[in-house]
C-alpha cells in the first residue's frame, strides 16, 4: 500500500489530526522524518526493541506524533512500544542558549569549571582529604547532573554553576556529603553488618524509617513516567531527614544503642549510593 501523496511537487504521507508528515522535498532530498522512518525499521529488525524512547526537546513534539502516526499507518505494531520523552531547555539568565547568537555553554568546559571550583572548596573545607582531586571530580560533575535531573524534565532549567555547586539545598554536592557523613559515622563508630533484627526506640528515627520504607515507590514513579525528578526529590527529602537526625541525637553516645543507631545509618547510607548511582551520580566516602 502506497502512503504517500503528491503535494507541491513533495511527497507527503497525511495523517488524520496532524499536519502531513513531509518525506521527500520537491528537490528530491530527504528530511529528518524519512531517516527516522528508515532508523526505526532498523532498530525493530535489529534488535526486536519492546520499548524505544526519543529523549528530544518539547520543540520536537510535534516530528515525534507524526513518526509515530506514519508508522502505525504502515501496519507495525510495535509502534505502541516507541515513544517521546521531551525535556525542557537549558537557559542563562532567562534565555535560550544558541550557537548561533554566541551564547552556548560547551559541556566540557562547563565539567572542568565545576570540577575546579569543587577543588577550591575542598581544598578549604576540608585540606587533609586524601584524593581531593578525585573527590572534586565527582561532586562537580554531579552537581551538573543533579541540577538537571532534579527538575521535572519539561521545565526549563535555568543553568547556574553556582547554585549547582552549593552544599545545602537541593544539590548534588549536599547528598553526596550526607553520605560521607553517614559513611564517617559508620567508621568511628567501627559498624559491623549483621543479619539481625534492629529495634529503634527513639522517635527522631521515624521520619528516616519512613523515607526508608518509600524509596521503591520512588523508582517505580520514575520508571513508569520516565522522571528521573522522582529519584533526586527522593534522596533529598532523605538527606534532609537523616541531617535533622544528626543534629538532635548522639548516634556515636556508647549507650547500649549505639549499634542500633548506626544500623538506620547504614541504611540511609546504602539507599543514598542506590540512589545517586541511578542518577549517573557517585558517592564518595569523604568530602
Sequence with gaps: MNLLQESEGAQVVPLEGLPPCLIKKSDGTTLYATRDLAAALYR????????????????????????????????Y???????????????????????????VVLLEEVLQDAISLALEDIKQKNPDLP??????????????????????RQNDIEFSLEDMLKFEGETGPY???????????????????????????????????????????????????????????YVIELARAFNKYYASVRILEDDGQKQERLSLVYSVKVVLKEGLRLLGLEAPEEM
Excluded at 564517617?184 to 521515624?206: D, F, M, P
Design 131 to 152: 584524593s581531593k582531586e578525585e573527590v572534586a571530580r565527582q561532586v562537580g560533575t554531579g552537581a551538573i547532573m543533579f541540577h538537571d535531573l532534579k527538575n521535572f
Design 175 to 233: 547528598v553526596q556529603y550526607t553520605h560521607a557523613r553517614a559513611s564517617s559515622l559508620l567508621r568511628k563508630g567501627e559498624y559491623q553488618e549483621n543479619q539481625a533484627e534492629v529495634s529503634i526506640s527513639n522517635a527522631e528515627a521515624w521520619p528516616i524509617i519512613m523515607n526508608l520504607t518509600i524509596f521503591p515507590q520512588a523508582i517505580k514513579r520514575a520508571f513508569e513516567e520516565n522522571d528521573p525528578s522522582q529519584i533526586a526529590k
Design 77 to 103: 505494531q510495535w509502534v505502541k512500544g516507541m515513544a517521546h520523552v521531551p525535556f525542557g531547555m537549558m537557559l542563562k539568565d532567562g534565555k535560550k542558549m544558541s550557537t548561533r547568537k554566541g551564547k
Design 44 to 75: 525493530q529488525d535489529t534488535y526486536q526493541f519492546a520499548q524505544s524512547l526519543y529523549i528530544v526537546g518539547n520543540e520536537q513534539s510535534l516530528h515525534f506524533k507524526q513518526l509515530f502516526a506514519v508508522l502505525e499507518k504502515m501496519g
